[in-house]
């Protein structure tokens, strides 16, 4: 093994130690990934950031669970295949609503998480931070932020195949996959 690379996990373990103890969960500017299992032309691990300041945490890693994109997809309201996301994860857009909102809506339904990403289908770098809204409710479920290429590419690879939903495992631990194995999306630069 090269030197450096034995070094970089090193020390992205002792970062996943250090930042993500499961008594806490994930603090704000940390990330968590998750691998799509199927369609097998998006089977890349994503990034994606946690709300600041509402929603849970990650207390269980689901190895095969559906992400289902929310109909309509800014979750704003009800939802029109809400019984797809019953004890599945939800994949909402930016827009239309507060991020707790959509949070809300995918909670209201079952959901065990709510991965939101931004409507802006050209940012592949650019994290937003996802604050409560002014209205004082709260989310129990974990929510969190995905890059707006991210999310275009798996709904258009599901769109494509004419699947409802990808099979995921969340959270990965990246830090035990060799950095030469991991299956980055070509499109994003880690």
Same mark, same amino acid.
């Given at each position: 093994a090269v030197p450096g690379a034995a070094m970089l996990r090193r020390s992205l373990w002792l970062c996943l130690c250090l930042c993500s103890c499961p008594a806490r969960g994930l603090r704000i500017h940390e990330y968590l990934y998750f691998q799509v299992l199927s369609p097998g032309d998006i089977r890349y691990i994503f990034t994606a950031t946690p709300a600041k300041d509402f929603g849970g945490v990650f207390n269980t890693r689901y190895d095969q669970i559906? &992400?289902?994109? #929310?109909?309509?997809?800014?979750?704003?309201?009800? &939802? *029109? *295949?809400?019984?797809f996301i019953q004890d599945q994860i939800a994949l909402v857009?930016? /827009? @239309?609503?507060?991020f707790l909102s959509k949070t809300?809506?995918?909670?209201?339904? /079952? @959901?065990? #998480?709510?991965i939101i990403a931004d409507n802006a289908y050209d940012n592949d770098s650019f994290y937003i931070e996802m604050i409560q809204d002014s209205s004082r409710r709260t989310a129990d479920i974990p929510a969190?932020?995905?890059?707006g290429r991210d999310g275009y590419m798996i709904r258009r690879s599901l769109e494509q195949h004419g699947l409802p939903w990808a099979v995921i495992s969340i959270p990965v631990n990246v830090t035990s996959i060799p950095t030469y194995e991991m299956m980055q999306p070509p499109w994003t630069f880690w």
């Amino acid at each position: 093994a090269v030197p450096g690379a034995a070094m970089l996990r090193r020390s992205l373990w002792l970062c996943l130690c250090l930042c993500s103890c499961p008594a806490r969960g994930l603090r704000i500017h940390e990330y968590l990934y998750f691998q799509v299992l199927s369609p097998g032309d998006i089977r890349y691990i994503f990034t994606a950031t946690p709300a600041k300041d509402f929603g849970g945490v990650f207390n269980t890693r689901y190895d095969q669970i559906h &992400l289902v994109p #929310a109909d309509p997809p800014e979750a704003c309201g009800e &939802l *029109n *295949n809400g019984v797809f996301i019953q004890d599945q994860i939800a994949l909402v857009e930016r /827009g @239309g609503c507060s991020f707790l909102s959509k949070t809300r809506v995918v909670q209201e339904h /079952g @959901g065990r #998480a709510v991965i939101i990403a931004d409507n802006a289908y050209d940012n592949d770098s650019f994290y937003i931070e996802m604050i409560q809204d002014s209205s004082r409710r709260t989310a129990d479920i974990p929510a969190l932020f995905l890059l707006g290429r991210d999310g275009y590419m798996i709904r258009r690879s599901l769109e494509q195949h004419g699947l409802p939903w990808a099979v995921i495992s969340i959270p990965v631990n990246v830090t035990s996959i060799p950095t030469y194995e991991m299956m980055q999306p070509p499109w994003t630069f880690w």
